[in-house]
């Protein structure tokens, strides 16, 4: 029987490792996994194919990643006064003489916030740029003020698909006020001196397969999980599969932990294209895709999936962005009774997640805080 969140871990192990690299990463499987789903209806044939089998494997199973995303878009009301933000557009940019299937606008219009915008790609190709930037900037509550690079809008870009994605929620227990001190990382380069918050509350805490896991619970019904290797991060996380990570993030239970964490600021922008070849997505970036169910225009390809995090760990809460573009052209247990403590002081991967969907917002390995 298909598992819908299974699928999307095994999508968002698959794409950290193929696109992370060794040191610090993060990026947001909630966002890219948005415009590739709306990707993988805009196509047909061997481009579609591909997209789902790295979403989902099916047909049949694509559907249930779209619904398990569109759960991740509505977060519960708490009735507190610092209420959780989370602000999610789909948005594709199209030509103004481009035409479009009205079956594929109808499909985006289901999707959180989906929409059509029409600008000049042809005529003014910096001007489309500068349009898709400060609409992903107003979303992400200028976090991201540029996921556009000058030159990404070429002379035969003919639509764009974007998603973007703000999230900013408070902790249900926040650390300790003027409790944040230096201390020591210990990073592959050597002692680094960070921020250290500390923590003293009653935690969702497991320890199993070689790892301490340690959730975060924020408001809205997110959270963060820290999953600590009892070893090198590198070594430990070459053994995760979807169903270890599944059983990792399942495993928590109620306990007094002493927690002391780095503050966090990270920032990461990637073309995705090389790292979706790798796994086997291929066909949309040629000329051999299909794709009629988004337009009749003939000779349409994908050129790039470009992509940007923001994440940041603070006292408080957690306050994040990310943004993806589909670059379209054409040719032309039980709890025991003393505290565990756990001291993040070394090298370890961090999820932040919807906890009624189990959708990852974001995905991030800390090498380097």
């Known amino acids: 029987m298909a598992n819908p969140e299974l699928d999307h871990l095994r999508f968002c192990l698959a794409l950290h490792r193929a696109a992370a690299g060794q040191g610090d990463s993060c990026f947001s499987p909630y966002s890219v996994a948005s415009a590739l789903g709306l990707a993988s209806q805009a196509t047909r044939g061997p481009a579609s194919e591909e997209l789902v089998r790295l979403l989902a494997e099916s047909d049949a199973d694509i559907a249930k990643q779209a619904e398990l995303l569109r759960g991740a878009a509505t977060l519960d009301d708490p009735g507190r006064r610092e209420a959780p933000v989370l602000e999610v557009a789909n948005t594709l940019w199209a030509g103004e003489d481009f035409p479009l299937n009205e079956d594929f606008v109808g499909e985006l219009a289901s999707w959180p916030n989906g929409r059509v915008r029409t600008a000049p790609f042809v005529v003014d190709p910096e001007a489309v740029r500068r349009a898709i930037n400060g609409d992903v900037a107003q979303t992400t509550h200028q976090l991201i003020p540029e996921l556009l690079a000058p030159g990404a809008v070429k002379g035969d870009t003919v639509a764009s698909l974007v998603n973007a994605l703000y999230l900013k929620v408070a902790w249900v227990h926040p650390f300790q006020r003027g409790g944040t001190e230096d201390g020591d990382f210990h990073s592959p380069s050597g002692v680094r001196r960070v921020q250290m918050m500390h923590l003293s509350e009653s935690l969702g805490y497991a320890a199993r397969d070689g790892w301490q896991v340690v959730d975060l619970p924020g408001a809205g019904g997110v959270g963060a999980t820290i999953l600590l290797p009892e070893g090198e991060l590198a070594a430990a996380e070459s053994t995760v599969d979807a169903q270890l990570l599944a059983g990792l993030l399942a495993a928590p239970r109620r ?93 370890f991967l961090l999820l932040v997640r919807h906890a009624a969907t189990g959708v990852v917002y974001f995905f991030a390995r800390v090498v380097e805080p």
Not at 316 to 335: C, F, H, I, K, P
């Open 255 to 347: 306990r007094q932990v002493r927690l002391t964490l780095p503050k966090l600021s990270l920032r990461a922008r990637a073309a995705l294209k090389p790292a979706l070849a790798d796994l086997g997505v291929r066909t949309m970036f040629s000329t051999g895709a299909d794709f009629t169910p988004l337009s009749p225009h003939p000779d349409l390809y994908v050129d790039d999936v470009l992509h940007e995090a923001v994440l940041r760990l603070d006292e408080q809460g957690l306050e994040g962005a990310a943004a993806t573009a589909v670059m379209v052209r054409t040719l032309s247990m039980v709890m025991p009774a003393d505290p565990v403590e756990v001291v993040v002081d070394r090298p």
